[in-house]
């Protein structure tokens, strides 16, 4: 959902069907979802434009909406590439909570929206949007439509016998 739409985006228009723009990884804490992330632009072999979504945010007016245009320029300029939102949560909350007078986080909800379905309707080189998030219910249900984050990805922590492979490969070019 992630690499064949960067390496191979002809096998999608030979099949007149739209490749996915969007995926969104979530799970706990340490399940490594951003790891996953990483590997997956590698795989791709495609540029990694990656942002914590709270740096994003500001307090001064109109700054965070500044701040998304120029990431998905950076990420549509960098084309083909994943442009990697971690903690979505913190730019997509449901709307309706924002007790700010200004609606910064309705309005930064609604410019994402409107960037991402950006993305989706270039016909030049693919940039998919990878978001990462605890849980789906911390999300907007705007964002989670198809069309936008249309494939979602549970993922859950190493079980123990996982956790040693892990450790035994990352310990395998140390001197012992």
Sequence with gaps: S?????REPARYARLGVPPPRGVLLHGPPGSGKTSLARQLASVARANFVEVQAPQLVSSVVGESESRLAALFAAARSAAPCILF???????????????????TMDRLLSLLLIELDGVQATSGPPVVLLGVCLRLSQLDPA?????????????SPPNAAER???LRRMLSASPV
């Design 2 to 6: 992630v690499a064949l739409p960067l």
């Design 85 to 103: 939102i971690d903690q979505l949560e913190a730019l997509a909350p449901p709307r309706g909570g924002d007790t700010s007078s200004e609606g």
């Design 143 to 155: 964002i989670l439509r198809p069309g936008r984050l249309d494939v979602h990805v549970p993922v």
């Design 164 to 166: 040693q492979l892990l």
